[in-house]
């Protein structure tokens, strides 16, 4: 299976999918001018790896991972970016940190607008995520994440809810200052704070007033 026609196939998928509009073998082959088998091929890996499944009389859609199969995807995430972080900022150069810095620039610009959307947030939010795991030097590590980076996306495009101006007390710009610091240990730290408390985030926009019972339960 060509990497290239993967992450082809992925990103349509994440982009129809989210957006509810039907996927198919043969809609996503006309698109990318291939033939249905290597496509097949493709959907059938991304439905082993959790970002899809087929549903009866629905066909192929995004799948909606449980509450604790993305509270387990978070807690991974946090630990594994928070190695992606520590590579990084042994090595960092000053091409990677502006563009972190226009990423974080543009994530402040796209919050503090009007009629922003959930959607857009998300993507750029997630777009400084992965700069940092794309620089970070190792590939089997970027493989992965960017994996669960999809999987949280796609959950979180298709719940329909509108954005809400959330509070960090580890924004990005936490995480950036300690990567152009060189720092890797508070690169690391700040990152996986970051993570948790987005996911501390994500369980309260879920659960409401419960969200305190599944904290407890989960030991934070």
């Given at each position: 299976m060509k990497n290239n026609l993967l992450e082809k196939v992925r990103k349509i998928v994440v982009k129809e999918g989210s957006s509810h509009n039907p996927l198919s073998e043969e809609k996503i082959a006309h698109q990318l001018g291939v033939s249905r088998t290597p496509i097949r091929e493709v959907l059938s890996h991304l439905e082993e790896e959790g970002l899809l499944e087929r549903r009866h009389k629905k066909g192929i859609?995004?799948?909606?991972?449980?509450?604790?199969?993305?509270?387990?995807?978070?807690?991974?995430?946090?630990?594994l970016e928070g190695l992606a972080a520590r590579l990084l900022a042994a090595e960092i150069d000053e091409k990677t940190i502006d563009e972190l810095k226009g990423l974080c620039q543009n994530l402040k610009r796209i919050t503090e607008s009007k009629?922003?959307?959930?959607?857009?947030?998300?993507?750029v939010d997630l777009a400084?995520?992965?700069?940092?795991?794309?620089?970070?030097?190792?590939?089997?590590l970027r493989k992965v994440i960017n994996n669960f980076h999809l999987i949280t996306l796609s959950f979180r495009l298709t719940q329909k809810k509108e954005?809400?101006?959330?509070?960090?007390?580890?924004?990005?710009?936490e995480i950036l200052k300690a990567l152009e610091n060189k720092g890797p240990d508070k690169a690391e730290l700040a990152i996986r704070l970051h993570i948790q408390e987005g996911k501390e985030s994500f369980i309260k926009e879920i659960l409401g007033p419960t969200a305190l019972l599944v904290k407890q339960k989960n030991g934070h």
């Open positions: 859609t995004l799948k909606e991972p449980s509450l604790k199969e993305l509270i387990e995807i978070y807690d991974l995430r946090a630990v009629n922003v959307t959930l959607s857009e947030v998300e993507k400084f995520h992965q700069k940092i795991v794309e620089k970070c030097g190792n590939n089997r954005f809400k101006k959330r509070k960090f007390h580890f924004p990005h710009e």
